[in-house]
């Protein structure tokens, strides 16, 4: 009986010289009896993850029971917005588990998950349960998976302006179309522009802000501005600051900022007109000068004409002549020798294209027919504009001069006579 006695003391004594070991091995070692199946989430990868992407997530499993765990499967039970791949087994042996397992030799488990595309941002609970030597399931405090959805909220879906370009001096419309991607309604909707500073603009009939109580999911909302772009504005493109803030369903404030181009320009106006010429009559030839006038407000680039033959008109030089730049408020000339064969009821037309840019590069293409006068004989001795003298005036000229030497000679001889 003693014996018996001291056998009991001395196994009391090897337990808790073993509880003791273990207890000094760290302060967060905890030993049980019997089996006792301790799972500590390692990591997710990534972290957080996207909506509609997979994430991959680390178990730690230990037995932290003196007894051994026998056939130790685990099974992940996932909902929305989690779900396993077609064909993956939610379902993972780990074998047995020693008792009194260490960090060290914990076993690892490992699951390939998908997110959903529709999950919210946050924490969200991922379940996971566990069966020793099939006694019966056993389900685990959820784990936390961290998600983050691409926050779809109002964006700018198209800017409009009433024309092309504004010109300086005149109104336009800018129209900013904003549409809600979310599935929730957005509130207290603001879109200001920024024209402070050294943009032309200024806002006709409304101030520099727009607002609107809620756009709802899917809709589209248009914010209209009126400007005036100031008078002496320089042709160019200018930028506008654009600043949309709203509220969302969760009360969280947003702001979207945006440049919006307004190009400023004004079409090229060129007069092309006769400045003098040398031509009178039909029949004849001579030097025409067209007097080239930049009406527009802004320069002309590249100014390059080109000249076109008719049957009353024959061009005598170059058919084609270069004259670059040309300014606002500006004039330039071009030189041409023409023939002019005829002209119908004293006019002769000029078939003249002009080729040039503008300020900002729109190439044009302006076709003019320039008209040249032509007078009759009469006209021109009337208005006293004769080019020269007729062959008839110049016959009676010589005839005159004749006359006059033979005279003088017959004279000069009777003089010589008398003497």
Not at 94 to 119: F, H, P
Not at 209 to 232: M, V
Not at 349 to 364: K, R
Request: include cysteine; charged fraction near 20%; glycine fraction near 6%.
């Amino acid at each position: 009986m003693e014996n018996k006695n001291i056998r009991i003391c001395a196994a009391w004594i090897a337990l808790m010289a073993i509880i003791v070991m273990i207890s000094s091995a760290g302060a967060s070692a905890q030993v049980l009896p019997g089996t006792a199946i301790r799972v500590n989430m390692i990591n997710q990868e990534p972290d957080p993850v996207d909506a509609g992407q997979y994430v991959t997530v680390k178990f730690r499993v230990e037995n932290i029971g003196i007894d051994m765990a026998k056939n130790v499967v685990f099974q992940l039970m996932p909902d929305f917005p989690f779900s396993l791949d077609p064909g993956t087994n939610a379902t993972k042996s780990v074998g047995s588990l020693v008792g009194v397992q260490d960090a060290n030799n914990a076993v690892t488990l490992e699951y390939r998950i998908k997110v959903d595309q529709q999950a919210l941002s946050g924490s969200t609970n991922l379940k996971l349960r566990y069966n020793i030597d099939s006694s019966g399931w056993v389900e685990l405090p959820a784990f936390q998976v961290r998600v983050r959805r691409y926050f779809l909220g109002l964006s700018i879906d198209s800017i409009a302006t009433s024309q092309e370009y504004f010109e300086p001096g005149r109104q336009n419309d800018v129209t900013i179309s904003v549409k809600n991607m979310a599935d929730s309604p957005m509130r207290s909707v603001s879109v200001s522009l920024s024209l402070e500073g050294t943009t032309p603009f200024a806002p006709i009939g409304s101030g520099t802000e727009k607002r609107a109580y809620s756009i709802q999911p899917g809709q589209t909302q248009n914010f209209t501005f009126q400007l005036l772009t100031s008078p002496d504005t320089i042709l160019g493109l200018y930028k506008i600051s654009i600043a949309i803030e709203y509220i969302d369903e969760a009360n969280n404030n947003h702001t979207i900022s945006d440049i919006l181009g307004i190009v400023v320009n004004a079409k090229p106006e060129i007069s092309v007109r006769i400045d003098s010429s040398a031509i009178k009559s039909a029949g004849s030839s001579g030097k025409i000068t067209l007097k080239l006038v930049n009406l527009g407000i802004g320069d002309v680039r590249f100014l390059n004409l080109k000249f076109s033959d008719t049957p009353d008109l024959t061009i005598v030089s170059g058919n084609e002549q270069y004259i670059g730049q040309l300014s606002s408020d500006d004039y330039d000339t071009a030189d041409i020798n023409a023939y002019v064969a005829r002209a119908n009821e004293g006019i002769v037309e000029i078939p003249v294209t002009l080729d040039y840019s503008d300020a900002m590069g729109n190439s044009y293409e302006q076709n003019e027919s320039v008209v040249l006068r032509i007078y009759s004989a009469a006209e021109q001795r009337r208005l006293g504009i004769s080019s020269g003298k007729s062959p008839l005036w110049i016959l009676l000229i010589v005839i005159i001069i004749a006359v006059g030497i033979v005279f003088y000679r017959k004279r000069k001889r009777r003089s010589l006579k008398r003497q």
